[in-house]
C-alpha cells in the first residue's frame, strides 16, 4: 500500500480573542496563505495512528493542526 502524501494550500483566518484559527475561503479578509507537505512514514492499523513528515512553507498559527483537520487526516 502506497504512503499517503501531498501538498496543502489554505487560506487560514485566526481569531485573536479566541486564540483559535480556521480554514477559510480565498479572498477573505486578513486570511493568510498556508502551505505545507506532509508525508505518511508509519501507520499503525490497531490504534489507527500515522506518524507524519510535515515540511512547512509558511508558519501560521495552528497551522498543522487545522490544515489536517480540515481534510480529516
Known amino acids: 500500500m502506497e504512503k499517503p502524501k501531498g501538498t496543502l494550500e489554505n487560506y487560514l483566518l485566526k481569531n485573536q480573542q479566541k486564540n483559535t484559527s480556521k ?24 490504534i489507527n495512528l500515522s ?9 501560521r498559527h495552528h497551522q498543522i493542526r487545522v490544515q489536517l483537520a480540515n481534510i480529516r487526516t
Open 51 to 59: 506518524v507524519l513528515k510535515i515540511k512547512l512553507h509558511t508558519g
Open 23 to 46: 480554514v477559510v475561503k480565498e479572498g477573505t479578509k486578513n486570511a493568510k496563505l498556508a502551505k505545507l507537505d506532509y508525508e505518511a512514514i508509519l501507520y499503525n492499523e490497531e
